[in-house]
């Protein structure tokens, strides 16, 4: 019913950007928030960053000041400029979004395929 492709990643060096995009399409009626999460091997699948419909947004610890999180309603769009990357955020990068369909009553949390980011030091 709803997709998220997510696209952007790659390898960076230590100290480089990258800007990821998730798209969301199918049978939309309203996105709510919508969120990118990482996932490290090994490690468990964590918040990075979340932004309401109006704009309002929060970050992990780990990535405030280096990485914005920002959205396109006309576009069901949203994305992530990360900035002064470090080894650390390597990870598969997943894009979240709380969905409700035309055909639903209530909203469903769906998630992206994921995509790989790798920084080099």
């Known amino acids: 019913q709803v997709q998220l492709v997510e696209s952007g990643g790659g390898l960076v060096q230590a100290g480089g950007s990258l800007r990821l995009s998730c798209a969301a399409s199918?049978?939309?009626?309203?996105?709510?928030?919508m969120g990118w999460y990482r996932q490290a091997p090994g490690k468990q699948r964590e918040l990075v960053a979340r932004?309401?419909?109006?704009?309002?947004?929060n970050y992990a610890d780990s990535v405030k000041g280096r990485f914005t999180i920002s959205r396109d309603n006309a576009k069901n769009t949203a994305y992530l400029q990360m900035n002064s990357l470090k080894p650390e955020d390597t990870a598969l990068y997943y894009c979240?979004?709380?969905?409700?369909?035309?055909?639903?009553?209530?909203?469903?949390?769906?998630w992206g395929q994921g995509t790989q980011v790798s920084v080099s030091s």
């Open positions: 979240n979004a709380n969905v409700r369909t035309s055909n639903t009553l209530w909203a469903v949390d769906y």
């Open positions: 932004i309401t419909t109006g704009g309002s947004t």
């Open positions: 199918g049978s939309i009626r309203s996105i709510y928030d």
